[in-house]
């Protein structure tokens, strides 16, 4: 037998064997089992996704019946499907900007890439070829792709790939001032700003009271386009369909995936904007050579449609603050100053900060043991976003296996 599974994974060591793995077979709302019976609180909502919850057969169901009828189609040129139009019109419904369209991927990366292309396009088209600079931030995850990595503000991931994408620097998450110190040199190239409204697998950092406002003012001010990644903050995870509605700003464009079917099939996509739409528009001989296989794929849409219902029905947005409450006050009671430093978050996506001295990643194989998949970030966070169907129970046995975990390692 070889000494490596045949499936390479992402973000491990391809140098471990088929022990390091744990197998995932079974799901039930918040909760999840391996194939040794072992019973797991899902507390990242599998990874910043699964918002209704696992063994949901009424999405099942949806998508069994779509591939009896039509299984699959491409959306390119003059070809359409019936879920994809019904998902981009419902979505055109929610969106946080009036008179979006829809542009559909089949994840975060893809929308990401799909964004920065859109942005310069929509600039190369307006008469400003010269605007192509994207300005993003440190600490923030946009995705593994090249536009996306390049976006991304975390360094560990960049390293050893080659050169990323030319015209994309960073600043810091929460410093309006060095957006400024950027822009007065190189205000007139810009093409747009992006922006997590809450920095989530970057470490879980809400923007200062203001902040995404300010984002909005500067992009104005050197006519640049506002882009706020979604991926992990809509679909109710902040209490709201879409993080800019928590934090009242308007975008030009969402990028989008993840909660939007709940992980239950692979959909993404950007919402597109008046002032960036209407560029592309504009010239009726205009071909928008982008595009994916799978873009507008009649089976995953056909996925997020009672995905969508489910949170409405449900009011599951409604759960985000109630769990962030519950789970917030939890997580702060375990605050000692010496093992856990800080406690940050809102609504549905929370983390606790250690102590140099506790790692994330022993900590985290600490709660395994203990009944809970959270995610470590770096060498001092552990997430929590669990599914917005979590019962209280499962959320004290995830403060509590913290506190007991915490203490393990650091004894």
């Not at 994309?168 to 700003?193: C, F, M, N, T």
């Not at 992990?232 to 934090?247: N, P, S, T, Y």
Request: net charge negative.
């Amino acid at each position: 037998m070889p000494d490596h599974p045949a499936f390479l994974h992402a973000y491990a060591r391809p140098a471990a064997g088929p022990e390091a793995y744990i197998k995932i077979v079974k799901g039930d709302g918040a909760l999840v089992w391996d194939d040794l019976g072992n019973r797991y609180v899902d507390a990242l909502a599998s990874l910043w996704y699964c918002q209704v919850g696992h063994g949901r057969d009424r999405i099942v169901e949806a998508v069994n019946k779509q591939m009896h009828e039509l299984a699959g189609w491409h959306t390119f040129d003059r070809f359409t499907n019936g879920p994809a139009e019904e998902l981009t019109e419902r979505l055109r419904e929610l969106a946080p900007m009036k008179d979006a369209r829809v542009f559909l991927t089949t994840g975060g990366s893809e929308s990401v890439d799909t964004a920065i292309k859109l942005a310069r396009l929509a600039h190369y088209v307006n008469g400003h070829p010269e605007k192509t600079l994207i300005v993003s931030r440190k600490p923030s995850y946009h995705g593994v792709s090249y536009g996306a990595l390049s976006a991304t503000g975390l360094p560990a991931n960049q390293e050893g790939f080659g050169p990323l994408l030319g015209d994309v620097v960073q600043v810091q998450h929460d410093s309006l001032h060095e957006l400024d110190k950027v822009l007065h040199d190189r205000g007139p190239e810009l093409a747009a700003i992006i922006a997590e409204p809450v920095v989530g697998a970057g470490g879980v950092y809400p923007p200062e009271e203001g902040y995404l406002e300010g984002l909005r003012q500067k992009a104005d001010k050197h006519g640049g386009f506002l882009i706020l990644d979604e991926v992990i903050c809509g679909f109710g995870r902040l209490g709201k369909w879409f993080g800019a509605q928590r934090f009242n700003v308007q975008p030009d464009m969402v990028t989008f995936a993840k909660g939007v079917t709940s992980g239950y099939m692979p959909v993404g996509g950007v919402l597109v904007g008046p002032k960036v739409r209407g560029p592309l528009e504009s010239d009726p001989k205009l071909v928008l050579r982008h595009g994916n296989t799978y873009s507008g794929h009649p089976s995953a849409c056909a996925a997020a449609l009672p995905n969508l219902d489910i949170i409405e029905e449900e009011n599951l947005i409604a759960r985000a603050d109630k769990i962030g409450k519950r789970l917030s006050t939890g997580l702060k009671s375990l605050v000692d100053g010496q093992s856990i430093i800080d406690v940050r978050g809102v609504a549905g996506v929370w983390a606790a900060v250690f102590d140099q001295g506790i790692p994330a990643l022993e900590v985290r194989e600490e709660l395994l043991t203990r009944g809970v998949i959270a995610r470590p970030i770096g060498t001092d966070v552990i997430a929590f976003c669990p599914p917005l169907v979590i019962e209280d129970a499962d959320i004290d046995q995830c403060v509590e296996a913290l506190g007991e975990s915490v203490k393990a390692v650091r004894a």
